[in-house]
């Protein structure tokens, strides 16, 4: 029955997710019957405060991206509204352009201006690069201050004025909000894109991210352009509504109004970033004694967020709207689903690792090894720990670089080739300690799999072609059939953070599934696994194997390696200590000796 579906009984109730859609969509709509018809309910002065908002919410909009999708600490992004407001200025104002061309123009140079503020963010961590994008803000104001025949230097310019039905108050209004709109539909199209879940997983597991294939720099540099557009764009028709623009409009508290209205309003959210923004326009004006004050109220505002509810509004919220989940763990397995999951003919050949020598100052963790991955085969990986088994992972997959040796895959040198390089041609890994994006749901982070394999491009996915949605909805359902396979379909809108250790390392196996792989490395994938959990990890090994994908396994659990794999290499201090069938290595006298005992 329809009904019986939605109670919080079974799996299937407890779906946090959708809950946290039907709220957000409630929140547009009201949003929208507010906003169109304000000017007709409140006076010039209020309408005036909205407008801002609307033009505070276009540069936000574009720097929540940055702060809250890829969790870099960009704080001085007034400096970029202030180049937006100049541009559009002194391109009406001393070329004569029409507004709207001078506004275009603002947007590339906020694009321009956006991706010299981004490249630091590749280099700097966290602090050192809020530091980069403070001092940016500085040198335009002073720049502005200082290059008077251009600027007007202190005295200013006049911002322009866009033409009927744009140049009253009201019409301006509508200006905005339909910039403000815009900005919605471009945000809300990437944030529900790869490449939205791609910034989260930069943010929150860079490591897996770049395993799976994310340009971490690309991405980065893209976002920051992008949202550069958006503060050139909020630049222009700040000038417009400031009348006349002067150095000192662009101040350090406006900075952090847009920096802590993203995280009061949430990481990675929409409408709470939208909120805190109507909030932290309002404030000034309903409070206005504050306003002295407003450094320190911003401060204090942001103290109390991060304490409280870190969050931010949005998760405030959802924590009254969602359940808590109390899963009830692994589903069964579809084991059918793999074949439609990972199911294509040709596949590569071998793996072949040749002398690889590595060493972290004076540990020889790798000191010489070779071994080869037959095509179609599971080829065990063990040895006492220390003996280099995760270093010989890191290795194939890109992390570090040998000292000396070569690893081939199908007759590719891996040498040159970056760790997303790698996982395009088909490697795919898993992590011994699981590294899943602990805030976007399970069927997402099934989904980052596919990332390197998507096709449509960052500002086609923002402008919304029907192209991306399709390319995503297949992978949605790949990734929704991978996770049946591994047992974890009816957890799919969980979020990752809320599974179990043993269930993570399932949805990282599924993760790999999804990336269509022709080798899999899987790193102690058995660790903390129950018996029954075992079988499951033993049956998805055997089912890929008859698909055609070879396995690397490296694993502590004897039983389970001797079991599954065509071939054997013992590890010990760096060296291979034997290698073989099951059963030769089993029986190897140095082998019981150093590992496996009596
Ligand atoms: P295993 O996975 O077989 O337990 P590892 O490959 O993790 O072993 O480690 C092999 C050796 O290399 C160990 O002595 C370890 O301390 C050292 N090692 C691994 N990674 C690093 C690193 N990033 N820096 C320094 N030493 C490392
Ligand atoms: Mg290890």
Known sequence: MQTSKNLPVGGQGLNPVPMRRHWEITGVVAALVIAFSLPHVVNQYW????????????????????????GQLAIGFVGLLAIGAYTAAILVEKAGWPSFVALIFAGGAGALFGFL???????????????????????????????????????????????????????????????????TYLLANIAASNFGRGLVAVRDADVAAEAMGVPITRLKLVTFTFSGVFAGVAGALFASRQTYITPDAFTFD???LFFIAVLIGGRGRIVGPMVATVVLTLLPEIAAPLVAWSTFVYAALLLLVVLLVPGGIAEFFEKFIAPKSSADGIGPRKLGELAAVVGKTQRKGALTVHGAALSFGGVRALDG?????????????????????????????????????????????LAAKTSGERAKLGIARTFQTPRVVGNLSVLENAMLGAYARFETSFGEVAIGLPKGRREDGLIRERARRALEAVGLGNLANFKAEQLQHTEQRFLEIARCLVMEPDLLLLDEPA??????????????????????ISVLLVEHHTDLVFQVSDDITVLNLGRVLARGTPAEVRSNQEVINAYLGA
């Open 527 to 548: 660790a903390g696994l129950s018996h029954t959990e075992i079988e499951y990890l033993r049956s998805i090994v055997d089912g890929v194997r008859v698909l055609g």
């Open 254 to 256: 406006l900075s952090v």
């Open 117 to 183: 503020v981004g490249l630091p963010s590749l280099r700097l961590k966290s602090f050192y690069f809020a530091m980069t994008t403070l001092g940016f803000a500085t040198i335009v104001t002073q720049v502005a201050l200082g290059w008077e025949s251009l600027t007007g230097g202190g005295v200013g310019l006049p911002g322009p004025i866009f033409p009927a039905p744009f140049d009253t108050y009201g019409g301006f209004y509508y200006l905005c909000l339909v910039f403000a709109l815009i900005a």
């Open 47 to 70: 309408a005036q405060i909205a407008t801002l908002a609307f033009i505070y919410w276009v540069l936000i909009a574009g720097l929540n991206l940055i702060v809250g999708f890829a």
């Open 369 to 413: 090894i070779d071994f080869v991955v037959r095509p179609g085969t599971v080829h065990g990986l063990i040895g006492p720990n220390g003996s280099g088994k995760t270093t010989v992972l890191n290795a194939i997959s890109g992390f570090y670089r040998l000292n000396r040796g070569t690893i081939n895959f199908s007759s590719h040198d």
